[in-house]
C-alpha cells in the first residue's frame, strides 16, 4: 500500500526557512514523479514543485522561484522541499503526492494524476 506522510511545517518569521519531508513505504519513491502542492484557506490547491523520476529535472511555480528547492534521498526514501525566505503569502498546508510518468515541460497541477497524497502539514509565516 503506498504512503507518504508529510512532516516539517510549523510557524515561521517571515524571512526564516524551513523543510518539508515526505516520507513513502510500501513502494520506491523515486521511481515516481514527486510533487508538493499547498493550499491555502479559501484557495484552490495549487502545484508548487516537482520532480522526475530519478530527480533529473524538477520545474517551480514562479512564485517560489529561487527560494524553494525540492529534492531527494534514496537511502530515506523520502522526498524534502527546503523553503527559504519565506513569506506570508507562503501559509498553506502542504502535500506531496506521487504519480507514474514523465515530469512534462510545465509546472504540475493537482489534477495530472497524481493518484497518492499525504495528509498535508501546516506552513505559517507570520510575525
Known amino acids: 500500500q503506498l504512503q507518504l506522510v508529510e512532516s516539517g511545517g510549523g510557524l515561521v518569521q517571515p524571512g526564516g526557512s524551513l523543510r518539508l519531508s515526505c516520507a513513502a513505504s510500501?513502494?520506491?519513491?523515486?521511481?515516481?514523479?514527486i510533487g508538493w502542492f499547498r493550499q491555502a484557506p479559501g484557495k484552490e490547491r495549487e502545484g508548487v514543485s516537482c520532480?522526475?523520476?530519478?530527480?533529473?529535472?524538477?520545474n517551480y511555480a514562479d512564485s517560489v522561484k529561487g527560494r524553494f528547492t525540492i529534492s531527494g534521498d534514496n537511502a530515506k526514501n523520502t522526498a524534502y522541499l527546503q523553503m527559504n525566505s519565506l513569506k506570508p503569502e507562503d501559509t498553506a498546508v502542504y502535500y506531496c503526492?506521487?504519480?507514474?510518468?514523465?515530469?512534462?515541460?510545465?509546472?504540475?497541477?493537482?489534477?495530472?494524476?497524481?493518484?497518492?497524497w499525504g495528509q498535508g502539514t501546516q506552513v505559517t509565516v507570520s510575525s
Open positions: 503526492a506521487v504519480r507514474r510518468g514523465l515530469l512534462w515541460g510545465r509546472l504540475c497541477s493537482p489534477s495530472d494524476g497524481f493518484g497518492s
Open positions: 510500501g513502494f520506491t519513491l523515486n521511481t515516481y514523479v
Open positions: 520532480i522526475s523520476a530519478g530527480g533529473y529535472s524538477t
